[in-house]
């Protein structure tokens, strides 16, 4: 493979701006969109309503950074399971849909890949638990409205129940390609697994497709055009991801390319392998 192919096939990266466990934590310049998305969601909350605007606005942009923390929570656990397996973690990348974790190599087993997937998740949940243990203790006279910690444990279990949507190479849709796997070939998995995230993802924009449509004939105004669109996007990225990361993860298969990579990011694990040599194999 040519330098100039190795270049075409190395995916889009940002700056670094730590190195948790000595994994590198790099921040792609999209990301921004996520922190503007989140704080804005943040200051709109109900809970800090009660505080003078510029009080909010601090209070958001610190919401929008606490989820990105949270996000790397989940990815690092991804990342240090891997490592138990002995593979390689490239980066961890925080982007516009949420954190990719980047890893060399692919799980050698059924088991191994089930452990890494579902290592996020359970991150998040227990992150969850965690904050709302913490909004109890701080807050332990709310009836109804949450806090910030509150709001922020949410969002976790959220994260958690999105990453497990089985949509390849989301978190489920790796816990999907991992069962098939046990029992039978990677490669017949994997094209399963693509399909199902496919059809997901098909599912997902004709879903949003359908609400941007329906708002107006049924006259509401709740703003639920912008959710739609993200839906959409969202849909438009599994759906171009999932084939991508067929190709790059069942390239045994004759017809699904030669796996040079893929410049299509999405949250969970992306397997990221060392460009090919002609003489010998350094691991």
């Known amino acids: 493979m040519s330098s100039q192919s190795q270049r075409r096939a190395r995916p889009a990266t940002g700056r670094t701006i730590a190195r948790p466990?000595?994994?590198e934590l790099q921040i792609h310049p999209s990301w921004i969109i996520s922190l503007v998305v989140l704080s804005y969601a943040g200051y709109s909350s109900a809970g800090f309503e009660s505080h003078s605007t510029s009080t909010r606005l601090l209070l958001a942009v610190a919401f929008g950074l606490s989820i990105a923390a949270s996000i790397v929570v989940h990815e690092l656990s991804h990342s240090l399971v891997?490592?138990?397996?002995k593979l390689p973690v490239k980066r961890i990348t925080l982007f516009a849909l949420?954190?990719?974790?980047?890893?060399?190599?692919e799980a050698g087993t059924p088991g191994s890949e089930f452990a890494i997937a579902l290592a996020g998740p359970l991150a998040s949940v227990l992150l969850a638990a965690i904050l709302g243990g913490v909004e109890k203790v701080l807050h332990s006279d709310h009836t109804s409205r949450l806090g910030f910690w509150g709001d922020l444990g949410y969002v976790n279990v959220y994260l958690a129940l999105f990453n497990l949507i089985p949509a390849f190479p989301m978190d489920g849709g790796r816990l999907l390609r991992s069962t098939l796997?046990?029992?039978?070939?990677?490669?017949?998995?994997?094209?399963?697994?693509?399909?199902?995230?496919?059809?997901?993802?098909?599912?997902?924009?004709?879903?949003?497709?359908v609400l941007i449509v329906a708002e107006p004939l049924v006259g509401?105004?709740?703003n639920g055009s912008f959710g739609a669109l993200w839906i959409i996007l969202i849909g438009f990225f599994i759906y171009n991801a999932a084939g991508a990361a067929g190709r790059l993860e069942g390239s045994d298969r004759p017809n699904e390319g030669t796996g040079d990579g893929s410049a299509v990011m999405l949250?969970?694990?992306?397997?990221?392998?060392?460009?090919?040599?002609?003489?010998?194999?350094?691991?």
């Open 181 to 209: 796997w046990a029992f039978g070939s990677r490669a017949r998995a994997t094209r399963w697994a693509v399909r199902v995230g496919r059809t997901f993802a098909v599912l997902a924009m004709a879903g949003g497709a």
């Open 82 to 85: 891997a490592r138990v397996y």
């Open 267 to 283: 949250p969970g694990v992306q397997t990221m392998p060392r460009p090919r040599v002609d003489v010998g194999d350094r691991r």
């Open 21 to 23: 466990f000595g994994i």
């Open 98 to 105: 949420g954190g990719v974790s980047q890893i060399e190599k």
């Open 220 to 222: 509401a105004n709740s």
